[in-house]
């Protein structure tokens, strides 16, 4: 049920919003089912209209704090960025931070990380190397998730009947003679990438670039984003990425994951 108490003095109760407790209640409810919920099922969770239910959802939906996903609707990575910043100064990507800067050490290659922006990856953090990227990328650069290698890794972490509907409204082009064009395949990649629990995109979105990511799950074991290492091909074969920056990026992403254990 959603909550209409208040610790407000009685006095102080026409200065209440009452829609606006309802909205948070909806809030706590949807954080409590991390698999998320149908409208349905959140009507009766609340007690609310499934007309009421509806406009509280799609009002979360469209300002970015909820996703839908076919009946489903769960919440999006922005609540959690809004708790990080609520908790102060150490914000997971300030926590991943060190981490990241350990595989570009390791590896002399850039580490990002970014979440999914529906179509896009949103770069959220990025540890440069001392080598040179034709693609100049900082933090808040979007990018077509369906050719990046971080996008693949994040779409992998969509129920399973999303993929198709993600890989048909990406609209995958042919930005260089590698790029994967038809839908069908894409959705193909993104579920190996899912089962493989990593995305290798060879010269995909750029001619002589590589990149490798790997999901960052919550303590649900939802992917909530992705980290990645980028390297020109030319350094680099795809089984030599494999081999050797797979396994130093998992364990970064192991320990990056370990922060949402102790919250």
């Known amino acids: 049920m959603v909550r209409t108490e208040s610790n407000l003095p009685p006095s ?10 309802k909205g948070l209640g909806v809030l706590e409810i949807l954080a409590a089912h991390p698999d998320g919920m149908t409208l349905s099922e959140m009507a009766e969770a609340t007690s609310l ?9 799609l009002t979360l939906v469209a300002s ?31 926590f991943a931070t060190p981490f990241m800067r350990e595989v570009s050490a390791a590896l002399n290659e850039s580490c990002s990380a970014a979440v999914l922006a529906d179509l896009d990856v949103v770069y959220v953090a990025r540890v440069g190397s001392t080598r040179i990227l034709s693609v100049a990328l900082h933090v808040g650069t979007r990018l077509p998730a369906w050719c990046t290698s971080m996008g693949r890794v994040l779409a992998a972490g969509l129920p399973d009947e999303a993929i198709d509907d993600f890989a048909r409204r990406s609209r995958p082009s042919a930005l260089t003679p590698k790029s994967i064009t038809d839908p069908v ?9 899912r ?10 979105l750029e001619i002589g670039l590589r990149s490798i990511a790997v999901p960052v799950r919550d303590r649900s074991g939802q992917t909530v984003a ?18 050797d920056m797979l396994p130093v990026l998992r364990r970064a992403a192991d320990r990056i994951e370990a922060y949402f254990v102790v919250q």
């Not at 809004?82 to 997971?92: E, P």
């Not at 089962?195 to 995909?204: K, N, P, T």
């Open 49 to 57: 209209t499934r007309a009421g239910a509806r406009r509280f959802l």
């Open 185 to 193: 395949r894409l959705a193909a990649a993104i579920r190996t990438a």
């Open 226 to 243: 992705a980290i990645n290492v980028s390297t020109q091909a030319a350094r680099h074969t795809a089984d030599d990425m494999r081999r």
């Open 12 to 21: 102080h109760d026409r200065d209440r919003v009452g829609a606006l407790e």
């Open 64 to 94: 970015g704090y909820a996703l839908q996903e076919g009946r489903i609707f769960r919440l999006s990575p922005r609540l959690l960025s809004v708790a990080r910043t609520w908790i102060g100064g150490a914000s997971l990507w300030s």
């Open 195 to 204: 089962s493989d629990g990593h995305a290798l995109v060879d010269e995909e």
